[in-house]
């Protein structure tokens, strides 16, 4: 079972909102991955978490605060969010860092949009 | 610092067509794995193959086939016999396995297929 989740698959929000977007896993993957794609681009790495420990920060804005409370779940907290920050936000899981190169599996993504 | 260019924006063929996807990559790594990605309308990326630097056996999967060549830094993926369902938008992407590269996935631009019936 290579199935990753995330809800909800669609949010729009305004500008003075807090929201959450969630994504899950179950196949003891132990990092995990949010991206942000914008239409017609690849996805742009936000954050990786290993073994629940934040890894990577790719000079992603305060307004995005990542959580990993347990090794099946990842949350992306949202805040005072900008238009330009809609899109598709991905979440991505595997099994770890450099086992097999970090071949990820992907969720299905939650469609963003800030009004 | 890693690169991967996929010089076809976007490809139009007809059902049954045979097409080759291009992807040519560039990295610093004396180890490092390329993948493939298919993104369909529905927007989550599907893995479709990992190929490790030192292994340039080529692979089928049904109609799928990838051609990993080392010498000019390549990895095509070809569809045979496409079909409706293969209209997507393909990712080659690229990740190293020193240092800071664990867990970056470099990505190509995109290949947009289009598959007409």
């Known amino acids: 079972d290579t199935e990753v989740t995330q809800t909800p698959k669609h949010l729009v929000m305004g500008m003075t909102n807090k929201k959450s977007l969630k994504c899950e896993q179950h196949?003891?993957?132990?990092?995990m991955y949010w991206y942000k794609q914008k239409a017609k681009k690849p996805p742009e790495l936000m954050f990786v978490?290993?073994?629940?420990?934040?890894?990577i920060n790719e000079s992603v804005p305060s307004r995005f605060s990542p959580e990993c409370p347990n090794s099946s779940l990842l949350n992306l907290h949202l805040h005072a969010l900008q238009p330009e920050d809609s899109a598709l936000y991905l979440c991505?899981?595997?099994?770890?860092?450099?086992?097999?190169?970090?071949?990820?599996?992907f969720g299905p993504g939650t469609r963003l949009t800030v009004t | 610092a890693q690169k991967v260019t996929q010089a076809q924006t976007e490809i139009s063929v007809v059902e049954k067509e045979d097409v080759t996807l291009d992807c040519v990559y560039e990295?610093?790594?004396?180890?490092?794995?390329l993948f493939w990605y298919k993104q369909p309308p529905s927007g989550e990326l599907v893995f479709l193959i990992r190929?490790?630097?030192?292994?340039?056996q080529n692979e089928i999967s049904g109609r799928y086939s990838w051609n990993f060549q080392k010498s000019t830094s390549s990895f095509n993926f070809t569809i045979t016999a496409s079909q409706v369902v293969d209209s997507a938008v393909y990712f080659c992407?690229?990740?190293?396995?020193?240092?800071?590269?664990?867990?970056?996935?470099?990505f190509g631009q995109g290949t947009i297929l289009t598959v007409h019936p």
């Open positions: 991505a899981s595997s099994q770890d860092l450099q086992l097999r190169g970090g071949e990820q599996y």
């Open positions: 196949m003891g993957h132990r990092a």
């Open positions: 978490y290993s073994y629940e420990k934040l890894s």
């Open positions: 990295t610093r790594d004396t180890t490092y794995y």
């Open positions: 190929r490790n630097s030192f292994d340039e």
């Open positions: 992407a690229l990740s190293g396995a020193g240092g800071t590269s664990y867990g970056k996935l470099t």
